[in-house]
């Protein structure tokens, strides 16, 4: 699983019947202890209702069709998970409704 923040949407009116009614989700890779963005972006489908600048889990590979709205789709990339907390060496990098 790869910590990302959920930075935009992506719309594409011509797809796929499989991925139709999927959301897709741009995301930025970040940095669990700053909470920086790397500069590293993937399009996600999303399984749990993410939304705008939210901490989130996603998985690639074969692990990204495992999810009930992925099963069977032609996915490399969902979001499985929306954080609500991080915490290291018992600190708190991200709380979520308190950035």
Not at 50 to 57: K, L, S
Not at 77 to 85: G, L, N, Q, R
Request: no cysteine.
């Amino acid at each position: 699983m790869i910590l990302a923040r959920v930075i935009g949407t992506v719309v594409s009116s011509q797809k796929s019947t499989k991925i139709e009614g999927i959301k897709f989700l741009l995301l930025e890779k970040i940095d669990p202890v700053t909470m920086k963005g790397k500069g590293d972006y993937v399009v996600s489908m999303d399984s749990v209702g993410a939304g705008p600048g939210e901490i989130v889990f996603y998985v690639s590979g074969s692990s990204a069709r495992m999810t009930n709205v992925t099963e069977g789709k032609p996915s490399d990339s969902t979001i499985i998970a929306i954080v609500d907390f991080i915490e290291k060496d018992g600190v708190y990098t991200f709380q979520k409704n308190r950035e």
